[in-house]
């Protein structure tokens, strides 16, 4: 199958199996006293539920329509055309605030809840993100952490927990030569002089299956920092350290970046008897799509510009679509171990392909 054919299909099969509900989203109701504080926390938890729903988000309209028990809940969606509702309360204990959020089917009542700690009044802000990421991912509390919704006291008593997202997995396509790069040696005529067939004449490939293993790292602002290990058969190998910005938070979300490496470069003969640097650094240059981003199995479509900078100057386009997905680790886990344990086995990768070149 075509790349272009591939990549066309994932991204069709992923917005016919997006299944396309509408939520409700009540008013907060609890103990704030101030009405400014009222609307800000409504306003930060429709906004955050709004973000990462898969489908339409309907406001409810004041604080005299919202409820705090499925039962009214469930009957207001119904009411209002929703699939489903989602109502929230926020409750002072002592110093701390309590923000609880429940998402519950406008059919049969059926519910989800989760609830988190605020230590302040300003602390709702990163509560209110995370429970309703928890709500829409349907995760517990703790696990819907990320950099985004950490509050001041974890960050002070906790750094661990400003760890980065990890996920890894692998990618299949092809890369298309331009010109006459990535081109092998092929056997030329026979010479008289040296009795000897030469390994001179050139031939280019039209192009070349080419396999990824792929690691990325997810921080702040949308910025991703990517190892990936290259191999495009059956002569190419290398590494490469990619920065990627993503433009949305969503399920669909594009991306563009480029990155940095080394690659070699083999003639897959070893009869030439000129003089010839195969490895060199390589850049690229990429964009793509990642479907299901909020999930912990995503698919990654892109195409990507790469050249390296060896003695032929190779470069080409490259198209591929791949599986990445977040693997379980432990609560006190940062993903800085991954972070150098993978770094070294780049840092080892890159060493066989520069001895290799010599």
């Not at 960050?155 to 661990?160: D, L, M």
């Not at 669909?252 to 970046?257: N, V």
Request: proline share 3%; glycine share 10%.
């Amino acid at each position: 199958m075509h790349v272009r054919s591939m990549v066309l299909l994932a991204l069709g099969l992923g917005f016919l199996t997006a299944q396309a509900k509408t939520a409700l989203v009540l008013p907060v109701q609890g103990d704030l006293e101030k009405a400014a504080d009222v609307g800000t926390v409504n306003e930060l938890f429709r906004e955050a539920v709004q973000n990462g729903y898969h489908g339409e988000v309907k406001a409810g309209k004041d604080s005299a329509h919202g409820c705090a028990e499925r039962e009214c809940a469930a009957k207001m969606a119904k009411d209002a055309g929703a699939d489903e509702a989602v109502f929230a309360t926020v409750k002072k204990l002592g110093s701390k605030w309590i923000f609880s959020a429940t998402v519950v089917n406008a059919g049969n009542s059926d519910a989800f809840n989760q609830r988190g700690m605020a230590t302040s009044i300003e602390d709702l802000e990163a509560v209110t993100h995370r429970v309703a990421d928890a709500l829409v991912t349907r995760k517990s509390f703790e696990s819907a952490a990320t950099t985004e919704n950490i509050t001041a006291k974890e960050e002070q008593n906790e750094p661990t927990r400003r760890r980065s997202l990890y996920v890894t997995g692998f990618s299949l396509g092809y890369l298309y030569p331009m010109a006459k790069s990535y081109a092998y040696l092929k056997e030329g005529n026979y010479d008289p002089a040296t009795g000897r067939y030469p390994y001179t004449l050139k031939q280019p490939y039209s192009q070349m299956v080419r396999l990824d293993w792929l690691n990325y790292w997810e921080f702040r602002q949308n910025l991703m920092l990517g190892f990936e290990g290259a191999w495009a058969l059956p002569n190419v190998i290398g590494g490469d350290i990619d920065v990627q910005y993503l433009f949305n938070n969503s399920d669909y979300t594009p991306f563009m970046g480029g990155g940095l490496g080394i690659q070699y470069v083999g003639d897959l003969s070893d009869s030439s008897t000129t003089a010839k640097r195969h490895s060199g650094p390589a850049l690229n240059l990429q964009g793509g799509m990642i479907l299901f981003r909020t999930y912990d199995v995503h698919v990654m479509a892109r195409a990507q510009y790469q050249v390296v900078f060896d003695s032929d100057v190779d470069n080409g386009l490259t198209f591929d679509v791949g599986i990445i997905y977040r693997p379980s680790e432990k609560r006190e886990s940062s993903g800085w171990g991954s972070f150098w344990g993978y770094y070294l086995l780049g840092a080892l990768l890159i060493s066989v392909i520069g001895a290799a070149a010599h």
